[in-house]
T-cell receptor, first 113, second 116 residues
Framework: AQSVTQPDIHITVSEGASLELRCNYSYGATPYLFWYVQSPGQGLQLLLKYFSGDTLVQGIKGFEAEFKRSQSSFNLRKPSVHWSDAAEYFCAVGARNNNDMRFGAGTRLTVKP | ETGVTQTPRHLVMGMTNKKSLKCEQHLGHNAMYWYKQSAKKPLELMFVYNFKEQTENNSVPSRFSPECPNSSHLFLHLHTLQPEDSALYLC???????????????FGPGTRLLVL
């Protein structure tokens, strides 16, 4: 079965600084990859997804992610972080032959003023 | 707007109580899911329903009993829970086209459950 690792449990960045959240996956074939964001007390909101095609995908709120097959990675980036981006971010990998999705443990983002 | 609603948003129950969590999706999807989110642990998939049929049960204790009466509604019946069952329970839905790979899951806001 597929699996996901998010190496960073907690990241702190200053407002206006750039951001990169790491995600590594394990799956025997080309995966479906997702990034979700969760604000306190809320459910998960989809930021972006990769199914096929262009390896650089654009999402909502100014986020983007790049699929790198050689590194089994799908890192999330934002050029300039806003205070409202403080939340928990989850990377997930889905399989192509079922609807089983596996999530990483999450990275909590703190934004300093 | 998420399109997936869950009630109640918060629930406190004793270990001998029986309660139910409700999920409703307004997206026309044909698959629904229950997840458990505990502190400092990855989301755990509990149950999957495709076209109202349960297709996955990830070794969930029998004190959790799902019910899916139609493609829009999903319940999680709870009885004789333990304090370690306290968590955020998330419902999700997706559209799974016949003969094609899985699709994006859309989540509800969750039910925060506290078992005393």
């Amino acid at each position: 079965a597929q699996s996901v690792t998010q190496p960073d449990i907690h990241i702190t960045v200053s407002e206006g600084a750039s951001l990169e959240l790491r995600c590594n996956y394990s799956y025997g074939a080309t995966p479906y990859l997702f990034w979700y964001v969760q604000s306190p007390g809320q459910g998960l909101q989809l930021l972006l997804k990769y199914f096929s095609g262009d390896t650089l995908v654009q999402g909502i709120k100014g986020f983007e992610a790049e699929f790198k097959r050689s590194q089994s990675s799908f890192n999330l980036r934002k050029p300039s972080v806003h205070w409202s981006d403080a939340a928990e971010y989850f990377c997930a990998v889905g399989a192509r032959n079922n609807n089983d999705m596996r999530f990483g443990a999450g990275t909590r983002l703190t934004v300093k003023p | 707007e998420t399109g997936v609603t869950q009630t109640p948003r918060h629930l406190v129950m004793g270990m001998t109580n029986k309660k139910s969590l409700k999920c409703e999706q307004h997206l026309g999807h044909n698959a629904m899911y229950w997840y458990k989110q505990s502190a400092k642990k990855p989301l755990e998939l509990m149950f999957v329903y495709n076209f109202k049929e349960q297709t996955e049960n990830n070794s969930v204790p029998s004190r959790f009993s799902p019910e899916c009466p139609n493609s829009s509604h999903l319940f999680l019946h709870l009885h004789t829970l333990q304090p370690e069952d306290s968590a955020l329970y998330l419902c999700a839905s997706s559209q799974v086209p016949s003969g094609a790979p899985g699709e994006t899951q859309y989540f509800g806001p969750g039910t925060r459950l506290l078992v005393l």
